[in-house]
């Protein structure tokens, strides 16, 4: 899915979808018990609370910082971004659950103002980015939203895994 090739009606519904995100995590974690927020789910999958600060990282210091990138370098060099490696780094969890979901709703609302601010011309901008190739900034909605389906499919199994049915 490319999102230039999509009609008008699918850009929007995307962006919607996207927009979503944020309310999906609090509705889903915020009433969670605090042990349960730092428990991993099946083969060390990020525990809810690692979940959010991930997204949170994610969509500010990797997609934001991209879009930017993209919309105002020539073929920018797009570090890729380490996930793993940074919640190791930055101990997610003994993060507050309602800080990270505050800085991923801002983060998430940025971008899609970004995306409805971009003129036409600007959606086929291009860089290379590490262990991806060349992306343009018409693939980062497609990517936030494969990206975000990928984690509320984690999300199930952990649910299933801790008997949680989220």
């Known amino acids: 899915m490319k999102y230039m090739k999509l009609n008008d009606s699918a850009r929007t519904a995307l962006l919607r979808e996207l927009a979503e995100m944020p309310r999906y995590l609090r509705e889903t974690f915020e009433s969670l018990p605090s042990d349960l927020l730092t428990t991993a789910g099946p083969n060390g ?15 500010e210091e990797g997609f934001g910082y991209r879009i930017e990138r993209l919309l105002n370098e020539i073929n920018p060099h797009l570090p890729d971004f380490d996930g793993a490696a940074i919640a190791r780094a930055r101990n997610y969890k003994s993060r ?25 011309s600007a959606w086929v901008r291009s860089g290379v980015q590490s262990a991806v190739g060349e992306v343009s900034l018409c693939d980062i909605p497609v990517f936030l939203w494969q990206h975000d389906q990928a984690h509320r499919d984690e999300i199930k199994q952990w649910g299933e895994y801790t008997g949680r049915v989220v």
């Open 45 to 59: 999958m990020f525990s809810p609370i690692e979940q959010v600060w991930h997204l949170a990282d994610l969509e």
């Open 96 to 120: 507050s659950l309602v800080r990270g979901l505050e800085r991923f709703a801002a983060a998430r609302l940025a971008n899609l103002e970004r995306f409805r601010s971009v003129p036409e």
